[in-house]
């Protein structure tokens, strides 16, 4: 199905997944082999991850995926971040103001 969906991004229509199972069922080893199946492909490759104390926090699994994009770390200084997050704007061709 993860290649099924691949397919259909790379003929641009934008996909996102969520993978939600039982504890130590396998999920991170199938995003893992995926993720090594891109190899010499041209995809980009951006993660975020929910966390059981993250279910009152809006957006949370969208900022997590912004700042992986955007390579934020918990240090930088907020003109470092604004700086970031146009330059990810440009990467995908959106307008940073």
């Known amino acids: 199905m993860l290649d099924q969906l691949l397919s ?3 003929s641009g229509n934008g996909q996102a997944v969520g993978i939600v199972a039982n504890p130590a069922i396998g999920k991170s080893r199938l995003i893992t ?45 907020p003109a470092a971040i604004a700086q970031k997050v146009r330059a990810g704007l440009r990467k995908v061709g959106g307008d940073p103001l």
Request: glycine fraction near 6%.
């Open 8 to 10: 259909q991004a790379e």
């Open 33 to 77: 082999e995926f993720h090594r199946s891109l190899t010499g492909r041209q995809t980009s490759w951006s993660e975020g991850r929910c966390v059981s104390y993250g279910t009152a926090i809006p957006y949370l699994l969208m900022l997590d995926l912004l700042r992986s994009f955007c390579q934020i770390v918990d240090t930088d200084a």
